[in-house]
């Protein structure tokens, strides 16, 4: 065991390494009381803190590495009515939408072990302030955000102060042809959107990205997507059709191989749905022993609910669970997405 | 009512010995044990016990300490014993061991309590460890007021705590799983430290020449328990902590 922990992160470096070392051996050379014993009690002592440097432990804030990101589906209700999804077909009663102070509290209680924290919906902003409130905090607490949008409420006063927040925004488009996307879409909206994804682009430069949908409806979409967006500078990602009620079919994505090998949810996730309810993966219900939700952040710490033992045993679960998830997005570290 | 449980795995007649060693110290304490639990996980090597008041329970297959101790706390958990106090085979108890950690539980709220470890052996190996207070758990910074960690060889827990926190058998070895046990009891409840709780360990260093591989081979062996640690908990609450050694004891 390490001598003392810290909660400063640090990436790991050279200059880290140098700071790691100096940082263990300070305290513990205050402890040796007998000065002949000075030069081998701290030869031992590089010798353990050279063991657990050479296999890096699981300590990974201790080495500056955050692990989890928390994705939060903040409502199911949106404005666009995509065939690809069904998730807006069930918006949640209102007295059941989680008061957003719960979810500032599990932020709070996280922030020291999030690399992430990511809104997604439905439409997140159809709660435009909790999506700002939020925002803000996480900007506090050092914790970087990404929130998924359709571009609908996108407007200047919440993109300038989303650029200075230093967040991401990431747009969902699956098509770049008005007929097409209004048919994606569900919703006649190509022009009322397009616009302001350009004023986006203005106000958030590089911290906008485009998203797109990979389906046998959308395949031959996508291209003309990537090609708009290579001629205007965004980065661009594509997410592999799932299963979330729509009626899009994911032919292509079952081609892709997916094993215990693919980095996943397992381990990192910590996802949020509208009412409060915690699970490790949306896709959670489809393994039997995670069919009910892990807990809710309403009415129990989210550390005490993530440290059950079915939390744990569902956690071990996934990660040979190999469903067809496991192609999202959330099973891959965020800087391997967009390119 | 207290229980002590003591999970081994007896591989030579040292063994043997460190517990019949330990077994003395049990039967010295000031107050003692309603029941004594050894429980066997499938030595290689038989023996028999020379202290009666011993209940040892042999498993049939070995399956690492975290196993035999969860079949020392069933056992007590079915006799309404309320403190189940852990140890190992290579450890010394004070004799008022058992005293101390059962009035520790009794007059405060932590759910569990860790005791003070000392190096039973002398040489310069030993001194390490203890300055650097390798089983000696550790504080929760910044306050000193309760642990963020403490060793399953000089542990309790009350029984509520054991019932809905037993340890996790996927750790195959000696290593790991009372890391996982705090980190998951924390989420709910509070670990206290009571420094009068003495007992000491030997870490079986012959002398101050030949312990070097012993030495390095320990913290190789604590280390190969990270992984599971890690991939048992979606959140680790790493939080700032502090081993303890003699100098900051309270």
Redesign the interface.
């Known amino acids: 065991?390490s001598?003392?922990?810290?909660?400063k992160s640090n990436d790991p470096s050279f200059t880290h390494v140098i700071y790691d070392y100096i940082g263990e051996m300070k305290?513990?050379i205050k402890?040796?009381?007998?000065p002949h014993?000075l030069l081998?009690?701290v030869l031992?002592?590089s010798?353990?803190w050279g063991?657990?440097r050479w296999?890096k432990?699981?300590?990974?804030?201790?080495y500056g590495v955050k692990?989890?990101e928390l994705i939060y589906m903040i409502t199911n209700a949106c404005n666009d009515r995509c065939p690809k999804c069904g998730i807006w077909e069930r918006p949640e009663p209102r007295d059941q939408h989680l008061m957003i102070e719960h979810f500032i509290n599990c932020l709070k209680r996280?922030h020291?072990?999030l690399y992430q924290v990511t809104l997604t919906g439905g439409e997140p902003l159809i709660f435009k302030k909790d999506v700002m409130l939020i925002a803000e905090e996480a900007k506090k607490l050092n914790v970087p955000m990404v929130t998924i949008t359709n571009g609908r409420f996108l407007e200047e006063a919440f993109l300038t102060r989303y650029k200075e927040l230093g967040h991401i925004l990431v747009i969902s488009v699956d098509s770049v042809e008005r007929e097409k996307w209004n048919e994606f879409r569900g919703r006649k909206n190509f022009d009322i959107v397009m616009p302001k994804i350009m004023l986006a682009k203005e106000i958030l430069g590089d911290q906008l990205r485009i998203q797109s949908v990979l389906s046998k409806e959308s395949a031959e979409e996508i291209p003309k997507v990537r090609d708009w967006c290579k001629q205007h500078g965004i980065q661009f990602n594509i997410q592999y059709n799932q299963d979330f009620g729509g009626t899009w079919t994911n032919a292509i994505s079952e081609e892709v191989n997916y094993d215990n090998d693919t980095p996943c949810a397992a381990?990192?996730?910590?996802c949020i749905y509208p009412n409060g309810d915690v699970v490790?993966c949306f896709d959670h219900r489809r393994i039997p022993l995670a069919k009910e939700p892990l807990g809710n952040i309403a009415k129990k710490?989210?550390?005490?609910i993530?440290?059950t033992k079915r939390?744990?045993e569902v956690?071990?679960i996934m990660?040979t669970c190999n469903l067809p998830c496991k192609n999202m997005s959330c099973n891959k570290p965020q800087t391997l997405l967009f390119n | 009512m207290s229980a002590l449980i003591i999970p081994c795995y007896i591989k030579t007649q040292w063994d043997i010995d460190c517990l019949n060693r330990l077994f003395d110290s049990v039967q010295a304490q000031t107050k003692q044990f309603d029941k004594v639990y050894l429980i066997d996980d499938a030595s290689p090597l038989t023996y028999k016990l020379r202290h009666d008041f011993v209940e040892h329970i042999i498993l049939k297959e070995n399956g690492g300490p975290a196993k035999a101790r969860n079949v020392g706390i069933d056992k007590a958990l079915a006799l309404n014993i309320q403190h189940l106090l852990f140890t190992d085979h290579d450890c010394i108890l004070d004799k008022e061991w058992n005293e101390q950690m059962t009035s520790f539980l009794d007059r405060t709220e932590f759910a569990a309590v860790g005791g003070m470890t000392y190096s039973w052996g002398k040489t310069i190996y030993d001194y390490y460890h203890d300055i650097n207070g390798t089983l000696a758990g550790k504080w929760l910074l910044p306050d000193r007021k309760e642990l963020w960690y403490m060793p399953s060889l000089n542990f309790g827990m009350k029984a509520f705590a054991a019932d809905e926190f037993p340890f996790d058998e996927r750790f195959p070895t000696a290593a790991g799983e009372d890391v996982d046990l705090c980190l998951r009891l924390r989420s709910k409840y509070k670990i206290g430290f009571c420094p009068t709780a003495k007992l000491w360990h030997d870490y079986g260093y012959k002398n101050s020449f030949s312990g070097f591989s012993k030495f390095v081979r320990l913290f190789k062996k604590y280390k190969s328990s990270s992984a599971t640690v890690y991939e048992g908990h979606t959140v680790l609450m790493w939080d700032s902590s502090e081993s303890i050694y003699k100098g900051n004891m309270q």
Do not use: Q, W
Request: glycine residues 2%.
């Open positions: 065991m001598l003392i922990y810290r909660r305290p513990f402890r040796v009381r007998k014993l081998p009690m031992f002592k010798i353990e063991i657990y296999y432990t699981p300590i990974r804030r201790f692990g989890n996280l020291h072990n381990r990192k996730n910590i490790k710490d989210i550390i005490e993530l440290c939390s744990t956690s071990k990660k």
